[in-house]
């Protein structure tokens, strides 16, 4: 299917323990983001990708890690969960470069810590 | 460094009036603004963008909004609004012509239509 996935959709995690959030883009866009979706703050970007092995920080992003190996993929991991990083996370791409400026956005995952 | 304010965070209207969300911007560059819509359970999608040009920008579903440099405003208009309008919208800012183009958004802004 084209456009953006995430998986899973709904996570269920304990405290302490490692999970790793899903993206895939299938149009090969050259920026790839992760936001979090908390209410009353809007949406916070985590990490960003310029490109393939090409990550930078965001507004907040303690507590997370990002790799690109890929143009396509840009798994999200958080390393130690903690209750605080409940929320709803949504994967983004764009590419300005080639005239896509609007980020087009997964789905999201609704994750869970308990 | 950029941000954006969404002046409103609920915006309650009868069906079939107009209205206004209302989105402020500060950025030390030229910048590319842009309003979303979110569903219930569901992703962002983009609503209209203004990039550069005609300072009012027409989007999908009958919204458009005006660019208003001086006044740093990207405030977003539908003359007659449907039930269906319900949902969060979202402005965003990022940065034009140069090498950020990561989005910054507001809070949001939730849009009730009652009949």
């Known amino acids: 299917d084209a456009g953006i996935t995430q998986s899973p959709r709904y996570k269920i995690t304990e405290t302490g323990r490692q999970v790793t959030l899903m993206c895939h883009q299938t149009?090969?866009?050259?920026?790839m983001f992760w936001y979090r979706q908390d209410l009353g703050h809007g949406l916070r970007l985590i990490y960003y990708?310029?490109?393939?092995?090409?990550?930078d920080k965001g507004e907040v992003p303690d507590g997370y890690v990002v790799s690109r190996s890929k143009t396509e993929n840009f798994p999200l991991t958080l390393e130690s969960a903690t209750r605080s990083q409940t929320s709803v996370y949504f994967c983004?791409?764009?590419?300005?470069?080639?005239?896509?400026?609007?980020?087009?956005f997964g789905q999201g995952t609704r994750l869970t810590v308990v | 460094a950029q941000s954006v304010t969404q002046l409103d965070s609920q915006v309650p209207v009868f069906e079939e009036a107009p209205v206004e969300l209302r989105c402020n911007y500060s950025?030390?560059?030229?910048?590319?603004l842009f309003w979303y819509v979110q569903y219930p359970n569901q992703g962002l999608q983009l609503l209209l963008k203004?990039?550069?040009?005609?300072?009012l920008v027409k989007g999908i579903n009958g919204f458009e909004a005006e660019f208003n440099k001086s006044q740093t405003s990207f405030h977003l208009r539908k003359p007659s609004v449907h039930i269906s309008d319900t949902a969060e919208y979202f402005c965003?800012?990022?940065?034009?012509?140069?090498?950020?183009?990561?989005?910054?958004f507001g809070k949001g802004t939730l849009l009730t239509v009652n009949p």
């Open positions: 983004a791409s764009s590419d300005p470069f080639w005239g896509t400026t609007e980020a087009f």
């Open positions: 149009w090969s866009h050259s920026y």
């Open positions: 965003a800012v990022s940065g034009g012509g140069g090498s950020n183009y990561k989005l910054t």
């Open positions: 990708s310029a490109a393939a092995d090409i990550t």
């Open positions: 203004y990039l550069s040009g005609s300072t």
């Open positions: 950025s030390s560059v030229s910048v590319y």
